[in-house]
């Protein structure tokens, strides 16, 4: 292949020229841009997902009875987990998508059922309205939410790992985890611009519900940036009659499937633990003002979301399987005193480094989470075994980080939760002891 390969913008994805690793500036080019426009849509739908629990502190009365605030936050985060159950069937569904009809035309679906979940609860009567109807139909729309996410991890996992550039995988790889985060970011941004405009009353009022309208909008937005990209899977690959296959996945791929479970279980709780739940942590157990837990939050997300294309070019150098033991050992070790130190500063300072230490482990999984489950699987199945394996792991353990946790502090008992956390940590350390270096077993050392 010349310098004339094809620009990226339709069709299949051009293969790289000359030795493994070697791109022509026109190739590398192509790729970034394609890493930029599944990320930006990545970005979008994330925001779409993490408002309702930055926001949820403000519109919990709004949609269950009056009573104990810290019941409502428990409805409210109980909800939150119920988005995760209808992830399994959204990796499922998408991920069948994905492997049969193409990459591309699952992110573009994606994409466009958020914004209906999100248009939905930004429009949706509250309790005092519309009576035992009004959490009803937030469940509902957050199933659809859920259902939609669940398909666009494994789709974008997938799509970015097969884009990037090899012998740099882990550095643009982990920008999925850049918007992710990003996403994150935007949402707790957003609510902390409304929180210094508006006043309280104001925000329990009505003023929840901008961060929604805005992320339907932007959903649009990144529907047509994902009509632009190139579908990395080949015609071949869509065409076998083993694509999306759940036969397939569970008779050849089931090892890679349970490790790949395995792992998603530690680094999903841990991951929601100090990005979701810690807001809620620095305000009810640290005695932490509102807003400012909410600008702690903002800071600590924005130095997150910068390691994580650090910690993506460490995994180039050290592998992928060293990240990941490195992740569920400091994790084991470090959740009890990070957590307990947490519970005692007064600095809002102090609060931050803490958090950003925390956040540090995590990225070692983060980084790469995407591209390590991309690793384990062939072209044919890849996105339905990344999505499913990810979105019930996910759905179990990281959904429910909230819940938990807040279910331990009202029966007084909140320690119980940092040993949770530290010992499904220690389990994803095992789980990637016995999993196969990727770097010489992964199913993306041939993938051009």
């Known amino acids: 292949m010349t310098a004339k390969t094809p620009p990226l913008t339709g069709g299949a994805l051009p293969p790289a020229?000359?030795?493994?690793?070697?791109?022509?500036?026109?190739?590398?080019?192509?790729?970034?841009?394609?890493?930029?426009?599944?990320?930006?849509?990545?970005?979008?739908?994330w925001f779409d997902f993490y408002v309702y629990a930055f926001t949820s502190i403000y519109f919990a009365h709004a949609f269950f009875p009056k009573?104990?605030?810290?019941v409502q936050l428990l409805n409210t985060a109980g909800v939150f987990a119920a988005g995760f159950l209808m992830r399994p069937i959204g990796g499922w569904l998408f991920g069948r998508i994905a492997d049969k009809q193409g990459r591309k035309t699952a992110m573009m679906i994606s994409v466009l059922m958020m914004c209906g979940g999100s248009l939905a609860i930004a429009f949706m009567p509250t309790y005092e309205t519309i009576g035992v109807m009004a959490p009803t139909l937030l469940l509902l729309a957050r199933l659809f939410q859920g259902l939609s996410v669940g398909g666009e991890y494994g789709t974008s996992a997938t799509y970015m790992s097969e884009v990037a550039l090899r012998g740099q995988r882990g550095f643009y790889a982990s920008f999925q985890y850049v918007t992710l985060i990003g996403g994150q970011l935007l949402a707790v941004l957003v609510v902390a611009i409304l929180e210094q405009t508006l006043t309280d009353a104001q925000m329990h009022a009505w003023g929840w519900r901008i961060p929604f309208v805005a992320g339907a909008a932007t959903a649009v937005i990144a529907f047509y940036l994902r009509r632009s990209l190139a579908e990395t899977a080949k015609a071949e690959q869509l065409e076998r009659k083993e694509a999306?296959?759940?036969?397939e996945l569970f008779s050849k791929h089931m090892k890679p499937f349970l490790i790949v479970l395995g792992f998603t279980a530690g680094g999903s709780l841990a991951f929601y633990t100090y990005t979701t739940y810690m807001q809620k942590y620095l305000?009810?157990?640290v005695g932490m003002d509102k807003k400012v837990a909410s600008t702690v939050m903002t800071a600590a997300l924005f130095v997150y979301m910068c390691m994580q294309p650090l910690f993506g070019a460490l995994s180039d150098r050290i592998g992928r399987r060293t990240s990941m033991l490195w992740f569920g050992l400091l994790g084991a070790l470090g959740t009890w005193p990070l957590l307990s130190a947490l519970k005692g500063v007064h600095s809002p300072y102090a609060a931050f480094g803490l958090i950003v230490v925390a956040m540090a482990i995590v990225s070692l999984y983060t980084s790469i989470g995407g591209l390590i489950k991309a690793e384990m699987f062939p072209p044919e199945i890849r996105a339905l075994g990344v999505g499913l394996s990810y979105a019930i792991g996910n759905a179990i353990f990281g959904g429910s980080a909230e819940y938990v946790a807040l279910s331990l502090k009202a029966a007084n008992v909140e320690s119980a939760f940092y040993v949770y956390v530290s010992v499904m940590c220690l389990f994803a350390f095992l789980v990637c002891f016995l999993m196969p270096d990727p770097r010489r077993h992964g199913h993306l050392n041939d993938v051009h």
């Open 283 to 285: 305000v009810l157990s």
């Open 17 to 45: 020229s000359g030795q493994p690793g070697h791109y022509t500036p026109h190739e590398k080019r192509d790729r970034i841009l394609a890493i930029v426009g599944a990320s930006s849509g990545n970005l979008v739908e």
């Open 244 to 247: 999306g296959s759940m036969r």
């Open 67 to 70: 009573g104990d605030p810290t």
